[in-house]
């Protein structure tokens, strides 16, 4: 029987009970991360087993929340953490490197891995065909420990992409596009899985953007296939031998399924207070702004900056 991308994934880490939707399934886990914010709770719990190691391909603890330091807490925190990880290997990531998803994409992302973090944001990995999964400190501390993940197995939700995206129509314009349509809790119980003509219009830092906000939509994951941009962009990173192809079987059928032309999309805005409070821009066209911010984990390429310098200018 076809599988979708997601039911292949899951099907190549399965340990434990059965892959159907709703049924408690337990997966291996490949990776895990955590921040700052969350990674103290997450290393006092691995030291709390007992263990000398952690069990993982690969762990990495980043400091990227915290880096105003108002008093020592914070402070301290990063020393514990930084202590910690040299301890029991994880790899550091030290304040100002960067946010933790784009980081990890670059430098440890590898198609057909699962991933765990103590972060929502962590399926931003799905960008490179990975599982990937936010999930809280002590699921990711038992990761690290070498314990299966357990998780309802979620239902798969299909979006089918087509056309190109016009100009100043961006990425974030296509997972907005979804939260209006389905609202933030349109994609709770499920793996959102992208194919079609589309995504290969679609650069790495691209999928990216629209893969991390699917926490936005309360989805378990969101992934993208591994394809020809995928095996560029590692090239790009220093990392070819990273590269394996992943993509749902022809004629893979989807719980839910939904279509976005992207040639039909419009520059896109969600207003306070939620996500899915989305219009086009031009309604909010002239609204004063007190305050902006540019470079969060869900658009992290330097094109992002790019664009806002642009503007500026």
């Given amino acids: 029987m076809p599988q979708t991308l997601v039911q292949k994934l899951i099907a190549a880490h399965l340990v434990d009970g059965t892959p159907e939707a709703g049924r408690p399934i337990g997966i291996r886990i490949d990776q895990t991360l955590a921040q700052d914010a969350t990674g103290t709770l997450v290393m006092l719990e691995f030291e709390a087993m007992g263990l000398e190691r952690v069990e993982t391909e690969a762990s990495v603890q980043y400091v990227d929340h915290n880096l105003l330091q108002q008093d020592f807490k ?60 936010g999930t809280g400190g002590l699921d990711v501390a038992m990761a690290m420990a070498g314990r299966p993940y357990f998780i309802a197995m979620p239902r798969s939700f299909g979006v089918e992409l087509v056309g190109d995206l016009p100009c100043g129509v961006s990425a974030k314009d296509v997972i907005l596009e979804l939260l209006r349509r389905h609202g933030v809790s349109g994609g709770v119980g499920h793996a959102i899985e992208y194919f079609g ?117």
Wanted: proline share 7%; with cysteine; net charge negative.
């Fill in 74 to 133: 914070n402070a301290d925190d990063h020393l514990f953490l930084e202590s910690a990880s040299r301890r029991f290997g994880l790899w550091f990531s030290r304040p100002g490197n960067g946010v933790s998803h784009p980081l990890h994409q670059a430098h440890f992302g590898i198609p057909g891995k699962t991933l765990l973090g103590a972060d929502s944001h962590t399926c931003a990995g799905g960008a490179l065909g990975m599982l990937a999964i």
């Fill in 197 to 313: 003509p589309g995504v290969s219009r679609l650069s790495s830092w691209d999928r990216h953007v629209i893969a991390n906000m699917g926490a936005e939509l309360g989805a378990t994951a969101s992934v993208f296939p591994a394809d020809d941009e995928t095996r560029r962009f590692l090239a790009a990173e220093g990392r070819p031998e990273a590269f394996t192809a992943w993509a749902a079987d022809r004629g893979a059928r989807y719980d839910r399924v939904d279509r976005i032309d992207l040639s039909e999309l419009v520059p896109l805005i969600a207003k306070p207070q939620s996500p899915d409070a989305v219009v086009p821009v031009s309604e909010v066209a002239g609204t004063p702004i007190y305050q902006a911010y540019i470079g969060s984990s869900a658009n992290p390429g330097f094109r992002d900056f790019a664009v806002a310098a642009h503007l500026v200018r």
